[in-house]
């Protein structure tokens, strides 16, 4: 089950685009949208793969994207990494962005942290930065939905004890 899709129409991406603090140019087109959807699944690998695995992956997404990391200051972001042109198609941009993450997550052995959402009908992964590692779920909702499902499991068995 999860959350809905908000990614399904040229406007939501403008506002997911926008509200992400992404930079470089957005055409507006549908295949835009449609090349970001098709990247879903492939990024969504990097969530169920080992780090041998993985790193064949990562890999891939920056030489494909003939990725070049250099260091620029724009907006309110200070020095960070950029790997592709401002002018390169969206969804090349986030498959680098998200490659240059995993090489991050990978150098500090910290695959650990990718999970999926716990919630009974929930396939959203998210990355747990919580101190103590706990982190169970994608989101409020879902860690509230199997609360109030687990409340309402303990007062059923109250009720009828057989």
């Not at 549908?30 to 990247?39: K, N, S, T």
């Amino acid at each position: 089950m999860g959350p809905p899709d908000t990614l399904t129409t040229d406007e939501q991406l403008e506002t997911f685009v926008r509200d992400q603090g992404w930079s470089g140019e957005l055409t507006g087109e549908r295949v835009e949208l449609d090349e970001v959807r098709a990247l879903r699944p492939q990024l969504a690998r990097l969530w169920e793969l080992d780090e041998d695995a993985l790193v064949p992956l990562v890999n891939g997404l920056l030489t494909d994207a003939r990725a070049l990391p250099q260091l620029v200051d724009h907006d309110d972001w200070g020095w960070h990494l950029h790997a592709v042109p401002d002018d390169a198609p969206l969804a090349t941009r986030m498959a680098v962005e998200a490659a240059m993450a995993m090489v991050d997550v990978v150098r500090a052995g910290e695959l650990g942290r990718l999970r999926t959402c716990e919630a009974e009908g929930c396939e959203a992964v998210h990355v747990d930065l919580s101190r103590n590692r706990s982190r169970r779920f994608c989101s409020t909702a879902c860690g509230n939905r199997m609360a109030a499902a687990a409340y309402r499991e303990r007062q059923a068995r109250q009720e009828d004890p057989a």
